[in-house]
């Protein structure tokens, strides 16, 4: 056996567990590095890319622990997720805006249509101001308006009238694009 069967073995060795390598860093240190730097920019896109995400990679992970048992029946299944969270991962394919936008969103986001309005207070306001609604429908209308918070209002007083016995906020216009509207 020469020096060079060595070499082979090792790059076998490596093609062979090639996912069990790269799996980690594609998965999870590279987003992990990558959504670090989208929190210190000002821009949401890069925030909106990684929260996707990390959504995206909840969603997988749910579903191998739920089909644990299935799963290692596929002898392919960890190059599948491999190349599909590659795809997730490269901001050249944008996968994981493309998952969201045209299977996730259509089933979970499109249907609900409460709009919760929360306000989180900066540390600053944390002891200078009380939590309360006056303060969230203050934060409301600073980040959409005072015309959506009317509309709000008018279709609360509409929802009331016919079921007198609980309201709920509701924004028909409401979209998951860029705006961070909660």
Known sequence: ???????????????????????????????????????ETKSSVDDQQWLTYWVLYSMITLFEL???KLIEWLPFWSYAKLIF????????????????????????VTRQKSVNIWYVPNKKDVFRQPDDILTAAEKYIENNGSEAFEK???????????NSNFSTFYDDNYRYEGDHRY
């Open 1 to 39: 056996m020469g020096g060079g069967s060595g070499a082979e073995s090792f790059l076998k060795l490596l093609a062979q567990n090639i996912d069990v390598l790269a799996g980690p860093v594609v998965s999870l240190v590279y987003p992990l590095y990558a959504s670090i730097r989208a929190i």
């Open 66 to 68: 739920t089909f644990a």
């Open 85 to 108: 969270t590659c795809w997730l991962v490269i901001p050249y394919f944008s996968g994981a805006a493309y998952v969201y936008e045209h299977i996730v969103r259509p089933y979970i």
């Open 152 to 162: 709000i209002i008018h279709r609360t007083n509409k929802e009331a009238t016919s």
